[in-house]
């Protein structure tokens, strides 16, 4: 893929009920009153989701074929899956009957591998590559919060902050280049890329406080939202070299990016007023598909070009979509900004950034 943008952009935005273009249930049985979300999907099909039941608790699951498998638990209530790779491997993390919670491993021959920690109570399974390291978040003995990185073993390497207190792996590809958001000397998060040449290098922002880097594809594009001069938040690219603002390209909304596959193709969220819509980025074309016409969660894209989450209809259902799903063409993003509008009743543009079980809340300044 080319470094940077081409400054001539195709548009697109669906608005009519094409069947097509809809999303389709992943068909997970659970009874009346149960939620289904769909984290990731891998090239055999096989999915990481989570169940959640009316009371609130849930439980990571591997979907096969219409089967469930179910993660284990450590004795607590409540587990979840993050992402999956083509050898299935999960992962994910669960709560222990102390409250705590530990990152795993999990794949069905071996069962749940339980991670460490940072030396405080807890750890966050965030991302896995298609060789099995992953990336997550763990308490240090103070109570902060620090990326890492296992590589493998029991122990887990800790990935350090941008100078502040804080920081979070969210996203990992096949050379072990690491995502997520760390705190500066400013207390303001900000995006990052961690190598093990460069150590963890900040990415900057679209001219606001904030960043945060959700995924990386093997290419090293990547993906995220940043807040800008406003103070709104936008979807971005880094290509290496700056952060492309793809958001500019849906208009003056709250969007952002969840995830990118090897193609290059980003998928993420938008909101407008109290509507959240999805889009996808596709060779060259933004295409916003309305609320109800497709996710309500957009988690990822994988290289099946099949976007993975749920949809919302008094309750979540995993569902998945084709990244190609037809849309209406319009002349570009002035008249999508005109059509948007006028389709929209506006109800104010405050914005939580709260990619809903993507392990990252950014609200505030920083601390």
């Known amino acids: 893929m080319r ?70 638990s450590r004795g607590g209530m409540h587990s979840d899956a993050r992402g999956i790779n083509d050898r299935g491997e999960i992962i994910g993390s669960a709560r222990n009957k102390d409250g705590t919670w530990n990152a795993f491993l999990f794949h069905r021959s071996s069962g749940m591998r339980v991670m460490g920690t940072l030396g405080g109570p807890s750890s966050y399974g965030m991302g896995i590559n298609q060789e099995g390291i992953s990336v997550g978040f763990a308490d240090i003995p103070n109570g902060d919060w620090h990326a890492f990185i296992n590589h493998g073993g029991g122990q887990l390497q800790d990935l ?147 976007v993975i989450g749920a949809t919302y209809d008094h309750g979540m259902t995993a569902a998945t979509m084709a990244s190609n799903a037809a849309a209406v063409i319009t002349r570009g993003g002035s008249e999508l900004l005109t059509l948007i509008a006028s389709v929209l009743t506006l109800a104010g543009l405050a914005v939580l950034y709260h990619l809903r079980n993507r392990g990252i809340e950014m609200t505030g300044s920083g601390s």
């Open 3 to 72: 470094p940077a943008l081409p400054a001539c952009l195709v548009v697109l935005i669906l608005l009519g009920g094409e069947a097509s273009a809809r999303p389709h249930s992943l068909g997970i049985a659970v009874p009346t009153g149960e939620s289904t979300i769909a984290y990731d999907m891998n090239g055999a099909g096989q999915v990481a989701a989570v169940l959640e039941d009316g009371d609130g608790n849930t439980r990571g699951v591997l979907f096969e074929k219409g089967k469930i498998t179910d993660l284990g």
């Open 160 to 306: 350090g902050t941008l100078g502040g207190n804080i920081s979070y792996a969210s996203g990992i590809n096949k050379h072990r280049h690491v995502v997520g958001t760390a705190a500066n000397a400013d207390g303001y998060r900000h995006a990052f890329l961690y190598t093990a040449e460069r150590g963890m290098v900040d990415l900057g922002t679209l001219g606001g406080r904030q960043s945060s880097a959700m995924a990386i594809n093997d290419n090293g594009l990547v993906v995220g939202a940043s807040e800008t001069k406003d103070r709104r938040w936008r979807a971005f690219m880094h290509d290496g070299k700056r952060m492309v603002d793809l958001g500019a390209l849906i208009g003056n909304y709250n969007s952002f990016a969840t995830d990118i596959n090897n193609a290059g193709h980003v998928v993420g969220t938008v909101m407008v007023g109290s509507e959240r819509m999805s889009f996808v980025w596709l060779d060259k074309k933004m295409t916003v598909h309305r609320g109800g016409q497709g996710l309500h969660l957009t988690n990822a894209i994988n290289d099946r070009e099949l």
